[in-house]
Nanobody
């Protein structure tokens, strides 16, 4: 499966953005989707993941209550809704897919999108 992340941009602190992850192929529903981010000078970190059906989600503590992960299997697209953004959320955001079971670990994902830059100004 090929992934294309989009929706990043520049936003003021407290603002919102919605990232999208468009997948090619007809087997999107067999993949769990994860979002990861890599800030300046930092390692890539887990943000959120959603199961194949969308019934199970997990979040990093740093985004819990502010970000919402979702998916629309009919549209082959995953989403990350980001509210109450903070300057520390500034990073390149990546979507990834792993077949069957969702995971918090980047090493377990098989497919990655190219990343989309999110910059939050104070």
């Amino acid at each position: 499966v090929q992934l294309q992340a989009s929706g990043g941009g520049l936003v003021q602190a407290g603002g919102s953005l919605k990232l999208s992850c468009a997948a090619s192929g007809r087997t999107f529903s067999t993949y769990a989707v994860g979002w990861f981010r890599q800030g300046p000078g930092k390692e890539r970190e887990f943000v959120a993941t959603i199961s194949r059906s969308g019934s199970t989600v997990y979040y990093a503590d740093s985004v819990k209550g502010r970000f919402t992960i979702s998916r629309d299997n009919a549209k082959n697209t995953g989403y990350l809704h980001m509210n109450s953004l903070k300057p520390e959320d500034t990073a390149v955001y990546y979507c990834a897919a792993v077949q069957y079971r969702s995971s918090r670990y980047a090493s377990e994902y098989d497919y990655w999108g190219q990343g989309t830059q999110v910059t939050v100004s104070s």
